[in-house]
Every structure is written in structure tokens, then in C-alpha cells.
């Protein structure tokens, strides 16, 4: 017979602390995903991965039940994620010439043809990623679990412990930002 995540979560509770590797083993590459969201090196990825696996260990007696075992992972991934963006939103800055040549080359394409913005997705891939590290933490957080993971408002609120008020003026505020972010580099390149 097949163990559950009950079984081998009452098995670490009990001291069993083998079993715990099991749910790494199961879970992490969904971990990893997630955290590659929000870091760009693999070392910072690697760390924030090993800090969720550190916290649910510690916190897994406040684990009830109630909800499938990933559903409290996956909540103490985002919040380990949004820690992380919070500790390293310095030197956010990023002006035109930091641009990569696909980069500006797709901006260009991109103002002469919008049309064409899905050409070289790559490239229009690149300059979300790095339009992204520029905002603040909960802006980057809130459009990345809204927008690239299309998770619901009511989901975000539950994985981040927001109210849903306070998701969707995050997500408000979160696209202003992002305008910011754009019409700078815009203002960069083409005044």
C-alpha cells in the first residue's frame, strides 16, 4: 500500500525524521520553480529552496490537515520567496544602456510594429524579467503570482496571507510601477 504525505508527515512527527526526505523528493522540483520566479542565480535559488525546506520542518507540527501538504508548502514557498525579494530590492536601477542588443532590439521592433511584439519572445521575456527585479517586493511578487503564474486574487491572498482588498491594491499599485519602470527606460531610449 502506498503511503500518503499524512503517513510520512506522522512519521517525522514521531521522530522518524528519514520520511521528511520523501516530501523533498516529491516536492522540490514545484519548490524550485517557484523560487526561480523570483532569483535570477542558481545559487540564490538553491538558497531560497533550502530555506523553505528548513522552515517546514521546523514548522511542520503547525501543519493540521486541513489542506493538501503542497497547498502549505507551496504558501511557505511564496513567503520565503517574498522574504528574499524583500532583502535583496537594492540597486533595483536599471537604465537603457543596461539593456541587452535582443533586449533594445525587440523594444525597437516593439514601438515601430506592437504587432509584431510577439516575435523573439525571448528577448520580450528577457525585458519583463529584468522590468520585474525593479519593483518593490510585494509589487514583484503580486504580478508575478497574477500575471506569469495566472493564480487568482483569492489564491494570492491565501498564499501570501494578504486580505483580498490588499491583493488587489497591491496589484494596482504593483502595474503602476511597472508603467514607471517602462516609461523611464522609453524616456531613455527615445528622448
Known amino acids: ?32 520553480a517557484s523560487a526561480r520566479r523570483y532569483a535570477r542565480r542558481e545559487d ?17 507540527g503547525s501543519f493540521r490537515g486541513e489542506a493538501p501538504f503542497e497547498h502549505w508548502l507551496m504558501r511557505l514557498a511564496v513567503r520565503t520567496c ?17 539593456l541587452s542588443e535582443p533586449e533594445t532590439d525587440w523594444l525597437d521592433r516593439f514601438v515601430a510594429q506592437p504587432e509584431s511584439a510577439g516575435e523573439n519572445a525571448d528577448a520580450a521575456r528577457q525585458l519583463v524579467e529584468r522590468v520585474l527585479t525593479q519593483l518593490s517586493p510585494a ?12 493564480r487568482s486574487v483569492k489564491e494570492i491572498a491565501e498564499l501570501t496571507g494578504w486580505s483580498v482588498t490588499l491583493v488587489k491594491v497591491r496589484a494596482f499599485r504593483a502595474r503602476a510601477e511597472m508603467r514607471k519602470c517602462l516609461s523611464k527606460i522609453a524616456k531613455d531610449k527615445y528622448l
Open 139 to 150: 509589487a514583484r511578487l503580486v504580478i508575478t503570482l497574477l500575471e506569469i503564474e495566472e
Open 1 to 32: 500500500m502506498e503511503q500518503t504525505d499524512a503517513d510520512h508527515i506522522a512519521a517525522v512527527l514521531k521522530g522518524d525524521t528519514a520520511r521528511f526526505e520523501v516530501l523533498i523528493e516529491k516536492y522540490s522540483p514545484r519548490v524550485f
Open 82 to 98: 517574498y522574504d528574499f525579494l524583500r532583502g535583496h530590492q537594492r540597486n533595483r536601477e536599471t537604465a537603457f544602456s543596461q
Open 44 to 60: 540564490e535559488v538553491e538558497d531560497i529552496v533550502q530555506e523553505v525546506w528548513l522552515k517546514a520542518f521546523q514548522k511542520l
